[in-house]
């Protein structure tokens, strides 16, 4: 059965309210009646129809007391709430138009934008979720993704109108001779560069904090001088722990917090380096 009214007129003409012969009724008790369903039970009915328990619901509560169901009232009342005038949607419609087809814009800044008109111009404008309805809607175009970063200045000029375009096209011719002479000069210092000096040093640089002094205490250090193995962090501890026993003059009862890097910290020559310390 296609139509909803006789979906529900089914439903109805299958069940039955229950009305017991004594009701023990409490304060701010709002328990209704229950149903019988003919021939079977709920669960069984449910499955059988393919339906959940919302639609039995809407077919007791649309159903008066001659077992008839009210008819289906959606979209058919005059409670449409506030309708947006066709002026309104011509001037969306007028913004969205005079957007440029190729440079990106986001819906936001695109709505800021016809605000603003509107206001200068004197004129109503609609919310952001109307403009977004009729953006999606309306009109089959979407927000350009560039594949790589483009340069405003070009963009720019692509996009203005003929008569934009003779105004800006010296500034733009200015323009692509610097984006020129930047290309040249980029590819003279590129074969000016000596293969064998293009390595880098590498540099580790090992910190421990003390939580209450709120003090950072760092070791640094290059590739030549060490790797970032565990005898370089022992070697940074230990040095702290010796630091810090000189400047103490009493007892020290210091607490290490690390991560779980076997490698640097959880080992057998980090340990030895603790055991030796004490």
């Not at 953006?135 to 089959?140: P, S, V």
């Not at 640094?220 to 000189?246: D, H, R």
């Not at 103490?248 to 980090?270: A, E, M, P, R, W």
Request: proline content about 2%; hydrophobic content about 30%.
């Amino acid at each position: 059965m296609g139509s909803l009214a006789k979906q529900r007129d089914f439903i109805s003409k299958h069940i039955s309210e229950i009305n017991p012969k004594y009701r023990y009724k409490k304060l701010f008790n709002n328990r209704k009646n229950k149903h019988a369903f003919y021939l079977t039970i709920k669960t069984f009915f449910k499955n059988t129809l393919g339906i959940k328990v919302r639609p039995i619901r809407t077919v007791i509560e649309k159903m008066n007391s001659y077992g008839i169901v009210k008819p289906e009232r959606r979209r058919k009342h005059e409670n449409h709430g506030t309708k947006i005038s066709n002026d309104l949607l011509a001037e969306v419609k007028k913004h969205i138009e005079s957007i440029p087809r190729i440079e990106s814009h986001y819906l936001i800044y695109l709505y800021r934008d016809y605000r603003k008109d509107c206001q200068n111009n004197g004129r109503d404008f609609v919310e952001i979720n109307i403009y977004r309805k009729v953006f999606k809607e309306d009109y089959n175009i979407s927000f350009f993704t560039p594949k790589k970063d483009q340069c405003c200045d070009c963009v720019a000029f692509e996009n203005a109108s003929p008569v934009d375009k003779e105004k800006i096209e010296e500034k733009y011719r200015l323009h692509l001779k610097e984006k020129d002479l930047s290309r040249e000069e980029k590819l003279r210092d590129k074969e000016m560069i000596d293969d064998n000096n293009i390595s880098r040093l590498n540099c580790l640089n090992f910190t421990i904090c003390e939580l209450k002094a709120d003090l950072t205490k760092c070791c640094f250090w290059t590739e030549v001088e060490g790797q970032k193995g565990a005898n370089e962090i022992g070697s940074c501890v230990f040095k702290y722990l010796e630091e810090k026993s000189v400047s103490s003059s009493g007892k020290l009862n210091i607490t290490f917090y690390s991560d779980n890097c076997c490698g640097q910290q959880k080992n057998q020559f980090v340990f030895s380096m603790y055991i030796y310390e004490l």
